[in-house]
Structure formats: structure tokens, C-alpha cells
């Protein structure tokens, strides 16, 4: 290839996103925190293939859906022929495996995911064709407990984020029947309405009535403000279920409203849905859906198993973390390692090993293109590290067998006083993991005052 060539770069595929280093930490720490949640309320995880059948998706999810109309990324497989599907999510998916794995067989499961969906959108903010979910599925339950417990575990996981905007909309769907009465007492109003209804709602009103009422065209509100109500349609045990469910939340007192509006995009839900939604992420502020979705077993073909679940756009929540602004994110590392000469070298990474064995997180300066670089240069990474500690080793610790330990942190109200400048400690090199592991726990137990924990092995450190 000729020198003066220009190599084209690769560049990603539009709305499908890198997620950098510098976001990784609000990604963990929200990882973190649903999944203490899930566990605290007995939700096993589940990892199921990003690649399904495409028939998995156009049967459970139903045709005429949003998702399976225009929204999948399907393909052959060039071996064989396999019509597949890059999951658009992953009810349909733990549905298969429950199945195939015969999981409910000695009873009801608590089941929860993480993991990307694929769905071929218009690329905008909240809206990607990669982007992330959570999910808790719960298999074999009746309700309308679990259904209460499901949006319960959700409103915990908002306050254990910190996050406060986040409202409860809820509706119930009732059953087959129920719908199909209501269905038919839909389509006769549009009918009655043809004049007004939109070009999607035409194609919609014999194929998914249902989806109109969730139309976007404000030329269409009236009308729709005034179509029949499911809620007016449901039966007995459909009343008493949606009733169930709002008795337990008011007394555990979860705020809600009734959105008698309220639809979801699949086919399979029925009875309780609901939605999580803000009014701080512009038109994409649905954070987490849900609902009942008894008929999907059958739809696959299983034994007819009830079951209710929920799924939350990571890529949302994680928008509203940052919006709330006072999110604790923990650094890096707890000790930076500078050094500087061959000996220091190698007593550096010695040093390294044994603070990583004492449980503490470190980071050992390397050399890249530009050599390892100043002192000078190398506490500035130090400092960028965000580091609780430089532990520097020079000629003079080689000599006297010490290691220069300096605390990187002043809080706000030491730092403005001139004569509490950081600290800088000679240590015996022996004696130096002892020195910054004392240091580090006092620090976090001045923090959190001495209680905070109980167990001597276990350092936690916030910065
Ligand atoms: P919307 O009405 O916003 O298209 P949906 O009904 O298609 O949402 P669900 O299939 O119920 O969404 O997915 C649950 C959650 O996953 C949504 O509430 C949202 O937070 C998130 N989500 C869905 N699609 C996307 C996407 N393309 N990009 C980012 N997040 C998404
Ligand atoms: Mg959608």
C-alpha cells in the first residue's frame, strides 16, 4: 500500500454505543445495586443467548407488534439456513429456556437478566439500537402479591439510587375475554370514527385496535380520550386482581396512579401492567415496564404457567443517575505506586502484590511511549487516579529500605487551612502495607463513624 494512501477508520454501527472507562463506574454501581436488590428479594440470574429463533419473537411478542413489524434484526444463518433473531428482549427468551429446562416444574421461580437488546430504531437520546435492560421474571405465581412485589423491589432499587422523579402508572388489562368484548366495542367506536383515525391507526383498527389508544397524534386525543374503556369491561377475578394489587401497594405505601390508557407494545401481557416513568428524560421517559403475561407458556407451547415480570432501560436510569448529580462513585484505586530506577522497580511491585493481597486496589505507574516519566510527572497520575495514597520508592528508599507514603486527600475543610498540607510519611518498607491499610480503614471508620463495620478482613473504602 502506498504511503500517501489514507486508511479509511472503522468507525461503530449507528446507535449501537461504546461504553467508555470513564462511564464504567456509574455502570457498575448501578449493576451493583440492582442485583443486591434482585437477591434481597430471592430473584435468581438467568443468562440466556443473545440470539434467538426468529419465530421465538414473532409468536410470543405477536405480528403485528411494534418490535416484530420493523423493529428486529434478523438474519439467515449462512450455514443453514436458520431464521434468527438478535433478541429485541428477553422475556420471550427466559420463557423458552424456563421451558426447555423444565424450571417451574417443582415450582414457582424468581428469575432476573442483564444484558444488551437489539432493536432498529431511529437513534436518539433514551433511544438506541443496542441499549441495555434488567429484567425480573417471575414464573408460576398467580398474584396479585407478586405482581406488588415486583413494582415493591423497583421502587426500593429508585431509593437505593437515589433517585426520586421516577412515578407509577398502572393499569389492568383484564384476560382474553375481557379483551376481545372490549376489542369488538373498540372497533365498531373507530369504526364509527373512520374520519378521524390516522393512516397507522387505519392499518391498526382491524389487526391491534388496542395500539391506537396509545397514538401520538394529537389531531386523534379527543376521539381516543373518549373510546371505550377496558377497565369498564373486566370481570370478577380481573377486578379483584387489579384490586389485590393496589391494596398492597397502598398499604406499603407506594404512591400510583391508574392510567386507564395505559397499553403495553406486546401481545402478551394481560391483567396488571405498569410503567415507571419521568418527566426528566424528554419523550423517552418510560424507565421500566411491565406486567402480567399469563398466556405466553401456552403460546410456546408449555403447560399454561402465570407469571409477571418487568424490564428497565439501563441507558435511561443511568441518564437520571447522573441528572440526580449527588451519585458516590468509587475511584479507581486506593493506592498509586511511583517509582523511579530499576531497583525501585521491582521493590514497587513487590510492594504491589502485597497491598493487593491486604484486599486494597492498586495501581502500579508503567512506562508507556514516553518512558515512566518524572516524579513530577508520575504523581500527577497519581493525583488523576483519584488514589487515597501515593507510595513512592526512590534512590533514597532504596537506600534507607523505606517507602514514602503520601495521603492524596484533603477534605474541603482541612484543605483551607494552610498548615494541614498533605501528608507525607517515611515507613520502613516492611511495615508499609500495615501503615496504609491502618491508615485507609481510619479513614473510612472516621467516615462512617466506628461501627460501620464489624469485620476486621473486610477494608471498604469511600472516597
Ligand atoms: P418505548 O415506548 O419507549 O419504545 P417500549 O414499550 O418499546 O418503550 P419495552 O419493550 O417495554 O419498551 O422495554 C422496557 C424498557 O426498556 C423501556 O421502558 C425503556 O426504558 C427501555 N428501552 C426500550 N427500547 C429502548 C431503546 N431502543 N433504547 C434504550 N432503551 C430502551
Ligand atoms: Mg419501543
Redesign the pocket.
Known amino acids: 500500500m502506498s504511503d500517501n494512501k489514507k486508511i479509511e477508520k472503522i468507525v461503530g454501527v449507528k446507535g449501537m454505543n461504546d461504553i467508555l472507562p470513564d462511564d464504567a463506574p456509574l455502570w457498575e454501581l448501578f449493576e451493583n445495586t440492582v442485583q443486591s436488590v434482585l437477591k434481597s428479594y430471592g430473584y435468581q440470574q438467568m443468562r440466556t443467548p443473545i440470539v434467538e429463533p426468529t419465530q421465538l419473537f414473532a409468536r410470543g411478542l405477536g405480528e403485528v407488534t411494534?418490535i416484530v413489524e420493523k423493529e428486529m434484526y434478523s438474519f439467515e444463518d449462512s450455514m443453514n439456513g436458520d431464521k434468527l433473531t438478535l433478541r429485541p428482549?428477553n422475556t420471550a427468551g427466559i420463557v423458552r429456556a424456563a421451558l426447555e429446562h423444565n424450571l417451574v416444574y417443582d415450582g414457582p421461580k424468581r428469575l432476573w437478566y442483564n444484558g444488551p437488546m437489539f432493536?432498529h430504531?431511529k437513534p436518539q437520546r433514551?433511544?438506541?439500537?443496542q441499549?441495555h435492560?434488567v429484567g425480573a421474571e417471575a414464573l408460576g405465581f398467580t398474584g396479585p402479591d407478586i405482581d406488588a412485589e415486583l413494582i415493591m423491589l423497583c421502587q426500593r432499587l429508585w431509593d437505593d439510587l437515589g433517585l426520586q422523579n421516577v412515578r407509577l402508572e398502572l393499569n389492568s388489562i383484564g384476560d382474553a375475554a375481557e379483551r376481545n368484548q372490549h376489542r369488538a366495542d373498540l372497533i365498531a367506536y373507530f369504526e364509527k370514527n373512520e374520519h378521524l383515525l390516522d393512516a397507522e391507526a387505519k392499518r391498526r383498527l382491524h389487526s391491534n385496535p388496542l395500539r391506537i389508544l396509545d397514538t401520538k397524534n394529537p389531531a386523534m386525543q379527543e376521539m381516543v380520550n373518549q373510546a371505550p374503556k377496558l377497565l369498564d369491561y373486566l370481570g370478577e377475578e380481573s377486578r379483584n386482581h387489579f384490586e389485590g394489587l393496589q391494596k398492597i401497594l397502598r398499604d406499603n405505601s407506594i404512591p400510583f396512579t391508574v392510567n386507564p390508557r395505559l397499553v403495553?407494545?406486546?401481545d402478551y401481557y394481560n391483567r396488571s401492567v405498569f410503567?415507571w416513568v419521568t418527566d426528566e428524560l424528554g419523550s423517552?421517559g418510560?424507565?421500566?415496564?411491565g406486567g402480567r403475561y399469563d398466556a405466553l407458556f401456552s403460546i410456546f407451547g408449555g403447560k399454561p404457567t402465570p407469571a409477571c415480570g418487568f424490564?428497565?432501560?439501563i441507558?435511561?436510569l443511568l441518564e437520571l443517575m447522573k441528572a440526580a448529580g449527588d451519585v458516590q462513585l468509587p475511584n479507581l484505586c486506593d493506592v498509586y505506586l511511583v517509582h523511579q530506577g530499576s531497583a525501585a522497580q521491582s521493590q514497587a511491585m513487590v510492594l504491589g502484590e502485597r497491598l493487593r493481597d491486604a484486599g486494597l486496589d492498586v495501581v502500579l505507574h508503567c512506562a508507556s511511549a514516553a518512558g515512566v516519566g518524572s516524579f513530577k510527572a508520575q504523581m500527577k497520575r497519581a493525583d488523576a487516579s483519584g488514589a487515597a495514597f501515593a507510595a513512592i520508592i526512590g534512590e533514597d528508599e532504596i537506600a534507607t529500605g523505606t517507602v514514602a507514603v503520601k495521603s492524596m486527600r484533603i477534605s474541603a475543610d482541612e484543605g483551607a487551612r494552610e498548615d494541614k498540607k498533605p501528608q507525607q510519611m517515611q515507613v520502613a518498607f516492611e511495615s508499609a502495607v500495615e501503615f496504609i491499610v491502618n491508615q485507609i480503614v481510619g479513614d473510612s471508620h472516621a467516615e462512617h463513624g466506628d461501627d460501620c463495620c464489624d469485620d476486621p478482613n473486610h477494608i471498604h473504602i469511600h472516597h
Open positions: 411494534d428482549e432493536r430504531e433514551g433511544r438506541y439500537r441499549f435492560q403495553r407494545g406486546m410503567e423517552q418510560t424507565v421500566c415496564a424490564a428497565m432501560g441507558e435511561r
